[in-house]
């Protein structure tokens, strides 16, 4: 009977947690660039009950073991093995603004191991002067000219140094290059290349860091095979899809509520074996 209440406990813990990375997802349907994540469910190891001393049970020929009478796997419960986000690109969605970037996917080779294709990043640097990052374009010039996140993070070029914007009249072509006055200044936004985004790890604010010693990804712009655009006076907006994730939270609640009346079914049993029927006449 404590079985059942692992298996079901189990199942509740999943679908909690299931459910608050999709609350965090409906969250930011509104912020930009932000990427969904996806839970990844799984059971755990099936374990084998098998009869001593007695020949009564049934018995399944292909579970038989070593003379031991096997009767069959029972299962211990599923768990949420790990949230992903989902790299596909949001909806271009036009500001008027011009410190604001949108990063469009053309050309991304496929990786041959994951059998999926890469992504591409504007880099940033966090406080600490390490690489990060974001497809939030949503950036800001600050006081000293230099272009940043809402949050104060430098956006790089492609030397690896901030950009620093030296007039309020400037554009960006479709490669990143910078002109002010209709002259180009020599800069280049970085745009860096993930071959296997599975491997970057949500921080939060947008942003995502390699893990790893090494935590600089290299340059889009070293790949001839890849292509992109940047469009400036964009955004991209969050790739989550609102009636999915609304679906998705209603289904994780209904069996959440499954297994917690499974529960409670266990313990009215517990209560009345111990009440009933380990009583003393």
Same mark, same amino acid.
């Given at each position: 009977?404590?079985?059942?209440?692992?298996?079901?406990?189990?199942?509740?813990?999943?679908?909690?947690?299931?459910?608050?990375?999709?609350? !965090?997802?409906?969250?930011?349907?509104?912020?930009?660039?932000?990427?969904?994540?996806?839970?990844?469910?799984?059971?755990?190891?099936?374990?084998?009950?098998?009869?001593?001393?007695?020949?009564?049970?049934?018995?399944?020929?292909?579970?038989?073991?070593?003379?031991?009478?096997?009767?069959?796997?029972?299962?211990?419960?599923?768990?949420?093995?790990?949230?992903?986000?989902?790299?596909?690109?949001?909806?271009?969605?036009?500001?008027? !603004?011009?410190?604001?970037?949108?990063?469009?996917?053309? !050309?991304?080779?496929?990786?041959?191991?994951?059998?999926?294709?890469?992504?591409?990043?504007?880099?940033?640097?966090?406080?600490?002067? $390490?690489?990060?990052?974001?497809?939030?374009?949503?950036?800001?010039?600050?006081?000293?000219?230099?272009?940043?996140?809402?949050?104060?993070?430098?956006?790089?070029?492609?030397?690896?140094?901030?950009?620093?914007?030296?007039?309020?009249?400037?554009?960006?072509?479709?490669?990143?290059?910078?002109?002010?006055?209709? $002259?180009?200044?020599?800069?280049?936004?970085?745009?860096?290349?993930?071959?296997?985004?599975?491997?970057?790890?949500?921080?939060?604010?947008?942003?995502?860091?390699?893990?790893?010693?090494?935590?600089?990804?290299?340059?889009?712009?070293?790949?001839?095979?890849?292509?992109?655009?940047?469009?400036?006076?964009?955004?991209?907006?969050?790739?989550?899809?609102?009636?999915?994730?609304?679906?998705?939270?209603?289904?994780?609640?209904?069996?959440?509520?499954?297994?917690?009346?499974?529960?409670?079914?266990?313990?009215?049993?517990?209560?009345?074996?111990?009440?009933?029927?380990?009583?003393?006449?």
């Amino acid at each position: 009977m404590l079985r059942g209440f692992y298996t079901a406990a189990a199942g509740m813990l999943s679908q909690q947690r299931r459910q608050e990375m999709l609350t !965090n997802n409906l969250a930011n349907a509104n912020t930009p660039g932000f990427k969904a994540d996806q839970g990844s469910l799984r059971a755990f190891p099936e374990m084998l009950i098998t009869s001593m001393n007695t020949q009564t049970l049934p018995v399944k020929k292909q579970y038989q073991l070593r003379g031991m009478n096997t009767v069959g796997p029972i299962n211990t419960g599923v768990y949420m093995q790990e949230a992903l986000p989902k790299f596909k690109q949001g909806d271009i969605q036009e500001t008027g !603004n011009q410190a604001d970037f949108a990063l469009i996917d053309g !050309n991304l080779p496929v990786n041959p191991d994951t059998n999926r294709p890469g992504a591409i990043f504007f880099q940033v640097l966090d406080a600490n002067g $390490e690489p990060r990052y974001t497809r939030n374009g949503n950036f800001t010039v600050d006081g000293e000219g230099y272009l940043t996140t809402t949050d104060g993070y430098y956006v790089t070029d492609t030397l690896g140094d901030p950009l620093m914007i030296f007039g309020a009249d400037f554009t960006v072509t479709a490669d990143g290059r910078f002109f002010e006055d209709g $002259e180009d200044t020599g800069q280049q936004i970085q745009i860096a290349y993930a071959e296997d985004p599975g491997q970057l790890v949500k921080e939060g604010n947008g942003l995502f860091r390699l893990d790893g010693a090494n935590q600089e990804l290299p340059s889009a712009l070293d790949n001839p095979e890849i292509t992109y655009q940047v469009k400036q006076k964009f955004i991209e907006r969050s790739n989550v899809n609102i009636e999915q994730t609304m679906t998705e939270m209603m289904t994780a609640y209904r069996t959440f509520e499954a297994n917690q009346k499974v529960v409670q079914a266990y313990d009215k049993s517990m209560e009345k074996a111990v009440n009933e029927i380990g009583r003393i006449s």
